[in-house]
């Protein structure tokens, strides 16, 4: 290798959401094509369809990222799928722990992939939702998340798109101690709600880090999505007509959901390979 020449990073995207039309794959993919040209890093990039066609990385990518996805994340509990994806995940984690294994695998998990997780570490309790979460929110910080790497250059709160159907709440503080896990953010603080607020975000450990919310969504991309016919007419009449104009409102203010676009995934990827790409 000469010394002007990088070492090619290899990048696991694991597509969970079953051939159903989405604009996370595409944003996923514009991130870390954005963040390799800003790093001058050549890269190999794959995706694997896991719930329609079983494909699973293996062990010899350098970082990984799990998609959302729709449907339940407690109603695929057994199937073939999700027990591919948690032997997965049981590989990585046997990995990372192995010390003499010292290039370490980073994995962020993205809304379906989040609950997965929180629910096969057994950090939270995963249920339904009394409806759907749908929008731009805020998003607080709490003391772990104000010191989380992987959100710097963020506000308190920051603004995230939420798409779900499905929640983690009541941390399970025992389990999380026990695997070295952190509650990095929650749902907006509102004393009034009765009901719990969501965990928005959690590292598991020193190498794997998830979010509920979608750091990939990108305002070009949601404002478009939201302003095709049939979205529209999907939002309008399940969330109401001011719903779909908040969110495009929202999607326009610089500091809002292209700040978070611009700063989590990046910010991983910078976390999880910067020692990788510093090596001529």
Partial sequence: MGLTE??????AVIDLY????????????????????ENETPYTYHTFDLRQK???PDNSYDVYISSGGPGSPLESEGQDWDNAYIHWLQQIEAWNNNEQNTNKKHVFFICHSFQI?????????????KSTA??????????????????????????????????????????????GGQVLAI???RPHVAYERAIMSIRFNKYFIGTQFHPEADPLGMSLYLQQA????????????EKWKSMLEQLQDPEKINLTYNSILPNFLNLALGNLISVA
Avoid at 6 to 11: D, E, F, M, Y
Avoid at 117 to 129: E, K, L, S
Avoid at 144 to 164: C, H, M, Q, T, W
Wanted: net charge neutral.
């Fill in 6 to 11: 990088k070492r090619n990073i290899r990048i």
């Fill in 18 to 37: 079953e051939g159903f039309q989405n604009q996370g794959m595409r944003c996923i993919q514009e991130i870390v094509s954005k963040w390799a040209i």
């Fill in 54 to 56: 079983m494909a699973i």
């Fill in 117 to 129: 997780a929180c629910r096969h570490y057994q950090v939270g309790n995963v249920c339904i939702r």
């Fill in 134 to 179: 749908f929008g731009v929110f805020p998003v607080h910080c709490l003391e772990e998340g104000i010191n989380e790497k992987v959100f710097e250059g963020l506000n308190d709160p920051f603004y995230a798109v939420d798409s779900r159907n499905y929640q983690v709440i009541e941390p399970n503080y025992t389990k999380l101690n026990e695997i």
């Fill in 187 to 189: 749902e907006k603080d």
């Fill in 230 to 241: 049939d979205r529209k007419k999907t939002v309008i009449e399940n969330h109401g007509e």
